[in-house]
């Protein structure tokens, strides 16, 4: 549960502005991400769901009126209109789980201008952190293909809501569970978890501790063996092992995890006990899970924590929400670095003859290409034409993509750059629009 | 509004095994950070207030209940247990605004051992963003005295409360407010904004939208002036002064800030609007504050986004909650790297004749020292102490520690480390605890 007021003070002064001017003809935005962070090849669109129910349900409330109205910035005739603000416009947009480029449009809102305006702040906060860890966790799934990965990383994200779409956003990017309890309700997806050192720690010693928790959870005994000796903690699993004790996974969370895994994978098939998988967390990320997959490191499955869930080698993109038309006329920035093409926009995607991407080409609307358009309708009038789609098929969808990228863009390091290429529609209107504004 | 199930899900399954062992004795945890990033000399602790309140307000309500009873980890006797969970333990801890440093607690949980291993994941994800952000904004602050700084991070903050809880923590480490309505509403933050490039292309020429602007802002008007091109914009916002139209401020959001500002600068006075500011925003953080500051740019303000609001340099911590007493026994954790300081601690700090932090010593609880201890009883029996602290208390207290941090140590750049000395009565515990777990 949100607010409208979770916004930036110049949506609402600029509304006074519209409003006070009677500027309310259909304005259109479009929300893309111009340079890619150098950590990535492509960006995989998420987010979308939540933008959507933020749309449906935003109204201002009394509460919110108040402050507004005490605030100093505000008409009381502005306040009365805000009253029955709603968003009433409809929105383009990828379906999530779509792999995306620089400068493509993920989502394209078209609205009288204060609606279309008032709703930047909060769909690119939604969006963006979505779009920043579906992104990230695709990269673990291509860098780990065949491992469980789980996210393990609430506590260090960026407060509840970071961690509750965190989960989500992993979830469909190709990650196989969260350990994060609210998400799994939230979203149905498969929760996962057993002890912490505290566990251990508390108990007077190390097996007891085991021995204990294996006699609740019988059927999800995951055993933490690095609080103190990582091997002397293997051989006491063993001897658990040994007594009848159904124990399913053991997990190692410091040291040196290639070494250490290694070391207790030999003492437990040495045992009899090959089905006990071995577990790792602990400071991972692609580059860490590609060195274990090139080494044949034997890890069955993977905590990934902090460095997913704030997508630490780039913690944001470079995401705008811009004007790309008002009244009819097509608009454009030419701020220095900032530059945007104008008018509303329509993404085509071109594949080879094996099914993988080729290029995409980016026009006006109205353009009709022969490739697939990838922004397709999701709201009319305020409305969504479709119930939510189901995680599982935004997953599907996810993995079919990651398919098919080529293999220099599956790289963890960037190796090429994928051709986004201007339609000649497309660059006729934005010389049409520098004529019209006198820029050129 | 959050949930009792915004947790990890081990902390369920051990508090089951606990549940069932009966081990509901005392426990003592402390939440500190490890190795502090290499850009970061000093934190500065906060997130105290949101962590009580998720304290006093702890419960599992009927939908969670209900989900937790078929998620297929746990028995229906455990599920009543939950029913009547209440976190009714004591908390001592920093107040907000503090300075810490490595491996010092920042705050202390005694409490029945189920209560207080529960609490963990929120507690971590609520304190180590807030102190990240606080961190950040701190630097920011010591970059650019007696400049306005205002928080523009809301859109590419990880999510709501990531946008919200940032706004608070750079307020009371010395931002002078926040583009977020929701955060002015909430916490009495000073809220700024006034237009995006949005509302300049909505008009057919930008002189046009500077004029209606005004008229509907008399007292508020900061306008916009890169769309096109800053320097013909600027000759626009004197031709409109010249005009007698009051006007606060521009705003230069990309290009060459300090060019333009140079630039703007000069037109504005020889105009004879000397009383006109500069305000800059666009990529800003505080390597690009002290640059302006060290060339004496002629900017009187800044807007920090992104880089504050996702801590970029440095986007988590190396926060732990770990347990240092079970029983009335110390206990320690050992794994490599991940060694902890064992039972109930205090942080005693120095300060030299001229009132500047000269060391800390770190100890155990019982040992008084003549230093100012760090930690204060905020908690007794789930209760607060007292009511929440004023932010314009925090903040007071936070720019009179940060006074206080010897040079070295206030720059960007790592310079020095700060002395926290294990006292003697520490190390002997340790050793102890050490001998009685057989570790040594």
Redesign the interface.
Known sequence: ???A??????????L???W??R?EET?V?ELFVRQFPKERNFLVAAGLEQGLEYLENLAFGD??CQ??AQ???FEPGFIEYLKNFRFTGDVDAMPEGTIFFPNEPILRVTAP?PQA?LI???L???L??QT?IASKAARCALAAPGKMLVD?G?????????????ARASYLAGFNGT????A??RFEIP?????????I??HDDEATAFR??A???P??VVLLI???DTLKAADKVIALAKEGIKIKAVRI???NLEELALAVRRKLDQAGFPEIKIFASGDLDEYVLQHFLDRSTPIDGFGVG??LT???DA???N?AY??QE?AGLP????????QTWPGRKQVYRYHDQNGLFLKDVLTTQGDLLDGTPLLQPVMRGGKRLAPPEPLSIIRTRCAAQLNSLPEALKSLNITASYPVEISPALARLAAETDRR?G?K
Chains 1, 2 share one sequence.
Not at 5 to 12: E, V
Not at 158 to 165: I, T
Not at 331 to 338: C, T
């Open positions: 549960m949100t607010s007021l979770l916004t930036d003070l110049y949506q609402l002064t600029m006074q502005a519209y006070y001017e500027m304005a935005f509460e919110e402050f507004l605030s100093g910035f201008l305006q930047e702040t909060r690119i906060n939604l963006q952190f920043l393990f609430l506590r260090r994200a960026h407060g509840f809501e970071a961690g509750l779409l965190a350990s994060n309890v609210l799994g309700m929760i996962f978890g057993t002890m912490a050192h505290s566990y720690m508390a204990e928790f006699k609740t959870q059927s999800n690095d609080t103190y969370d410091s040291g902090t460095k704030t997508s630490s913690p944001y993109l995401s811009k004007l008002y608009r454009r920035k030419v701020s220095p670095g900032k504004l820029l």
